[in-house]
């Protein structure tokens, strides 16, 4: 039995070492990331055009958040832009704050959505409604829980020309409404960092592209050429499909900071948060089990083991001497983890720093959401998303990964 005991704890001290230094490179991947991604008012300007900008916001039962939202859209000093505001569909007083708005400001253009065809997710099928009625040179897709100090868009539009992009996203601080989220985003951020980081996106010689939905603006004739919404109106993650497609379409693509300039609310409860980690898998499930399977098993191994690994060695380490390395290389692990928390909350999601000491809570909400993605994918062909169920066959996540 001790040798069992024994070979098990070997293994598992190669599994922690690997663990950390899988986490050694994600930390020094998010230092430079937070350090050498570029802002969105640090440029030199060089254009003087005031191309007009059709500002594209779907709206579904966003009674809470639209007002604000629209109120700072309204403020904005640029001056040659609109407002499409599009009602998908709400069962309460959406379409009324729209109305109220455009009835006192003239940039607020209402739209009513057609009731969405099968084949569609739902925010995709509104920004395509909002673009048709859309007048600008210029595509601005934004969310209804978003809010933009005043000069964003004069920002956004003159870093555009100034260094002659086609599009352009701006990365939000995240607002958590409560302590769940605030606990577990920063290990979520921390997993998808790597990847998906500006270093990457702003790296011509790697194929990553990736917008964010709470801003992305790009120019009208690029955005119809790389098949507008129409051409993700099945992906769940639809704005990083489009900024993928437009990287790997050769058009010059800049993600930079802006979490100074622009606030995105996150999700809305925990519950939210919980079908939001479910929603990335079930898709996932459903086109490739086995790459799902490991996702959620390299999840699991990096942002969580490594605790009750540490705790299992310090419990048991006069018992045998392979618990020492076991114990040292889970030392090891959980101690980056915690760092990279660290960095995550004050460098990327300007939280209060005790919510990375919640880190393995974050990392378990993480892992079991997953999980539950998987399971619910083996059970049901259907999910549900702000009100709406959608069959498996109209879901899909075929341009970003994991």
């Not at 039995?1 to 230094?21: A, K, Q």
């Not at 673009?131 to 005043?150: E, I, N, P, Q, V």
């Not at 089990?289 to 990096?302: E, M, P, Q, W």
């Not at 999601?349 to 999980?371: D, E, Q, R, Y």
Request: charge should be positive; charged fraction near 20%.
């Amino acid at each position: 039995m001790d040798i069992v005991i024994d070979i098990f704890n070997y293994i598992f001290t190669v599994i922690m070492i690997g663990v950390f230094l899988t986490w050694l490179s994600l930390t020094h991947s998010m230092y430079k990331s937070f350090t050498k991604t570029p802002y969105l008012d640090k440029f030199e300007n060089t254009s003087k055009e005031l191309p007009k900008v059709s500002i594209i916001l779907p709206a579904r039962n966003e009674e809470k958040f639209i007002g604000k939202c629209l109120e700072s859209f309204v403020q904005q000093d640029y001056t040659n832009y609109e407002i499409i505001a599009v009602d998908d569909s709400s069962s309460d007083k959406t379409w009324d704050i729209i109305e109220k708005y455009a009835k006192s400001s003239e940039k607020v253009v209402p739209v009513k959505a057609d009731t969405k065809p099968d084949g569609w997710m739902g925010k995709n099928w509104a920004c395509i409604e909002g673009f048709k009625h859309a007048t600008g040179d210029l595509m601005l897709f934004t969310d209804a829980d978003t809010t933009y100090s005043k000069k964003v868009v004069t920002l956004a539009v003159t870093h555009l020309l100034s260094e002659k992009l086609d599009a352009l996203t701006v990365i939000p601080r995240l607002i958590c409404l409560d302590k769940i989220t605030k606990i577990t985003l920063p290990m979520l951020s921390t997993f998808l960092h790597s990847r998906y980081s500006a270093l990457n996106v702003n790296n011509p010689k790697k194929g990553i592209g990736y917008f964010f939905g709470s801003f992305f603006i790009i120019r009208k004739e690029v955005y119809q050429k790389i098949g507008t919404h129409e051409k993700v109106k099945q992906e769940i993650v639809e704005d990083g499909a489009l900024g993928k497609i437009t990287k790997e379409s050769g058009f010059a693509l800049k993600m930079v900071r802006g979490e100074h300039l622009l606030d995105a609310l996150y999700s809305r409860s925990p519950k939210e948060m919980w079908n939001g980690l479910q929603r990335l898998m079930v898709p996932l499930y459903h086109q490739n089990k086995s790459y799902a399977v490991g996702v959620f098993f390299a999840v699991l191994f990096i942002l969580f083991i490594p605790v009750p690994f540490l705790i299992y060695s310090l419990v048991f380490v006069e018992t045998s001497i392979s618990f020492i390395p076991l114990l040292v290389s889970t030392i090891l692990a959980t101690s980056t983890i915690f760092i990279a928390a660290f960095m995550e909350t004050k460098m990327g999601l300007n939280l209060k720093s005790v919510f990375a000491l919640f880190a393995p809570i974050g990392g378990l909400i993480v892992t079991c959401g997953f999980l539950s993605g998987i399971l619910q994918a083996n059970k049901s062909s259907a999910v549900s998303w702000r009100g709406r169920k959608y069959s498996v066959k109209e879901f899909s996540q075929n341009y970003i990964k994991l």
